[in-house]
DNA sequence: GCGCCAGGTCACAGGACTGTGACAAATAGG
DNA sequence: CCTATTTGTCACAGTCCTGTGACCTGGCGC
């Protein structure tokens, strides 16, 4: 996923970390030394860098420092200290977070998760289904790349079949939930409303990949 | 400094938190509970929360989950567990720190400031959108390098929709958000004020480049 | 194979939404 | 006090959406 430079001179806590931040799908590359990693930092530019503060040489606080004035990536320092003092003086040399030793490793991967989603800052409020990809949050839908133009009320009921994805709703819950209670139960209308939506996402409408019909009961969205 | 919202039922916390950060320089407003403070993100809209995770009704991670939903200010949860599952759970529910009870109010200070100054630098003053400049240290807007002039509300409009890039927000958001709360919810307020932003900034109104209509649902200002 | 019934399809008129210009109330500045 | 600017409201028109009823299709039990 993310490029990331990881600073720790203990030869098997480095490798613990590089092997376990792997297995969580980052891209890593390790050093033993502060002076590496600024090198690499220089050259490489990658997305975080994870420190440890305890180091021969430079120590971590000062190459984040250093770091700082090349780069304004993110920087998490690693310490096996939990003075509060460290705490602070690390996150004033600029860094964004300061994690403990002894660490679980998806401890450390949500905190590198956090800091890499609040810089995206692009809320990825994104739901993927194969070649259909719905956007909550800027309310776009789009098949195969291209986008689709639903109209309100097709929005909004194919929002609420994806918020139930694998479940049988409903005809009346579809009513109450999409439209206001208003309308007769009884009526062609969520079964218009999911054929205009089936006309432009489903490849061959005539046989849904996506709103699968279920016959006596509603309609289920299911992943294909 | 910041205006900091806090959530935490225990009084004594609460009161003690509250004087430390008030004694560091930011202006803080504490709830005990996360109805109120969800209502206060709705309508003030602070810069960053700090939420207890322990809480009556519902508590801190489903308050940051809601939180998330309306907005994207950075989150920091509070907890007496330290527990390593939590963190995930928290960091997920989209917190942007994490930090365990009892903590340092000088620690909690400087994470406060490490996280607004990560989200400073990576939203500076100056946002670029092709030919749209917004300088939102000197308020100003131009277009193609000509200066425009906005009106504050048609200002206050457009960093609130710019504040957002890519998402839709509805009208009823938009009112709380630029205007006061005191406003009907259906009034064509915010249409008349976004087509004379419009009128200003679209080389043609008409077919809008930056702030697109969708329609049932709100505005969304994109990029071009 | 037949009849029944749930679901699919379609066209269209009425309705919902939005853009737009005009206007008056509110506000600020001189 | 007067004037210019800003801002909230309204009416109207055009566009797009949508609910509806009629009719068609296909699956299922017998």
Redesign the interface.
Same mark, same amino acid.
Request: hydrophobic share 40%; no cysteine; charged share 30%.
């Given at each position: 996923m993310a490029g990331i430079l990881l600073v720790e001179d203990d030869p098997s806590v480095r490798a613990g970390l590089e092997l376990a931040l792997t297995r969580q799908g980052h891209s890593v590359t390790a050093y033993a030394t502060g002076e590496e990693a600024l090198e690499h930092v220089r050259s490489r530019r990658p997305e975080i860098a994870i420190l440890d503060v305890m180091l021969p040489g430079i120590d971590g606080v000062e190459v984040c420092r250093r770091i700082r004035r090349l780069d *304004?990536l *993110?920087i998490i320092l690693l310490t096996a200290r939990g003075d509060?003092l460290d =705490?602070?003086v690390g +996150? &004033?040399a600029? !860094? @964004? @977070?300061y994690v403990v030793k002894p660490v &679980?490793p998806? =401890?450390l991967d $949500? %905190?590198i998760? !956090?800091?890499l %989603? %609040? +810089?995206e800052? $692009?809320?990825p409020d994104r739901l993927t289904f194969g070649d259909l990809v719905i956007d909550r949050?800027?309310?776009k839908v789009s098949l195969a790349g291209k986008e689709i133009h639903l109209? *309100?009320?097709e929005?909004r009921l194919l929002l609420e079949l994806v918020r139930h994805p694998g479940q049988v709703l409903n005809r009346r819950y579809l009513l109450r939930a999409v439209w206001d209670h208003t309308h007769v139960a009884d009526s062609r209308l969520v079964d218009a409303c999911v054929q205009r939506i089936r006309a432009k996402i489903e490849p061959v409408p005539a046989d849904p990949v996506y709103i699968h019909t279920v016959r006596g009961f509603g309609y289920r969205f299911s992943p294909p």
């Open positions: *304004p *993110p509060d =705490v602070v +996150l &004033e600029g !860094a @964004d @977070d &679980e998806r =401890v $949500a %905190r998760r !956090a800091i %989603r %609040r +810089l800052s $692009a809320s949050g800027a309310l109209t *309100p009320t929005l």
